[in-house]
């Protein structure tokens, strides 16, 4: 059965700095990784995607990689604002079975 | 329509009622989920239709939680007999295939309690 793991659960930072959030999973065969966002009381809105045979996807301040081998993907922000504060969500496709895997997430909050 | 489109966004219901839930996938995506979050705690896979396949309901938490798709068109989930402890966030997601290089696009969820 996949297990995906985040850590830390929860980070706090001063605004400007440059931050890394970490997802691992214990089933390499997967099909992809996509990283959410989800604001308080809000929905999931998809941020970076990034299939088995890439390595890494950017988009603005938002850079993610992956490393199917190790398991691990990481989202790295830079340049923190108040803004980017929002619960990190990352979720697997397996090759085998239908459903995405979701990890717990990590709360971030960044502080003026 | 542009977006997943969850419908409603609140319900309130009495313990013992029974509610259904309706999703709007993207036109023209085939697979879609239905996941469930408590408050403070990560998504539940409830459900998962693709097509015209048989569903994949190894999530569902009880026989009191069924869910229903025709085609590649609106999905309901349905509760009978609310328990308290099915309070929770129901979000949807569609895709245009079961490993779409486009991955998955959230509803906005539709928060129930139950008092």
């Known amino acids: 059965k996949q297990e995906v793991t985040q850590i830390p659960a929860a980070l706090s930072v001063p605004e400007g700095e440059n931050l890394v959030l970490n997802c691992s999973f214990t089933d390499s065969a997967i099909y992809n990784l996509q990283w959410f966002r989800q604001d308080p009381g809000k929905g999931l809105t998809s941020l970076l995607l990034?299939?088995?045979?890439?390595r890494e996807q950017t988009s603005g301040r938002l850079n993610a990689s992956l490393d199917k081998s190790s398991g691990r993907s990481t989202l790295y922000i830079a340049a923190s604002q108040p803004g980017d504060s929002a619960t990190y969500l990352c979720?697997?496709?397996?090759?085998?079975?239908?459903?995405?895997?979701f990890g717990e997430g990590t709360q971030l909050t960044v502080n003026p | 329509g542009a977006g997943v489109s969850q419908s409603p966004s609140n319900k309130v219901t009495e313990k013992g009622k029974d509610v259904e839930l309706r999703c709007d996938p993207i036109s023209g995506h085939t697979a879609l989920y239905w996941y469930r979050q408590r408050l403070g705690q990560g998504l539940e896979f409830l459900i998962y239709?693709?097509?015209?396949?048989?569903?994949?309901k190894s999530g569902l938490p009880s026989d009191r939680f069924s869910a229903e798709r025709t085609g590649e068109s609106v999905s309901t989930l349905t509760i009978q007999r609310t328990q308290q402890e099915d309070s929770a966030v129901y979000l949807c997601a569609s895709s245009l295939t079961l490993t779409s290089a486009y991955g998955y696009t959230f509803g906005s969820g539709t928060r129930l309690t139950v008092v």
């Open positions: 990034i299939q088995s045979s890439q």
């Open positions: 979720a697997v496709k397996e090759t085998s079975g239908s459903r995405l895997t």
């Open positions: 239709f693709q097509g015209n396949s048989a569903p994949d």
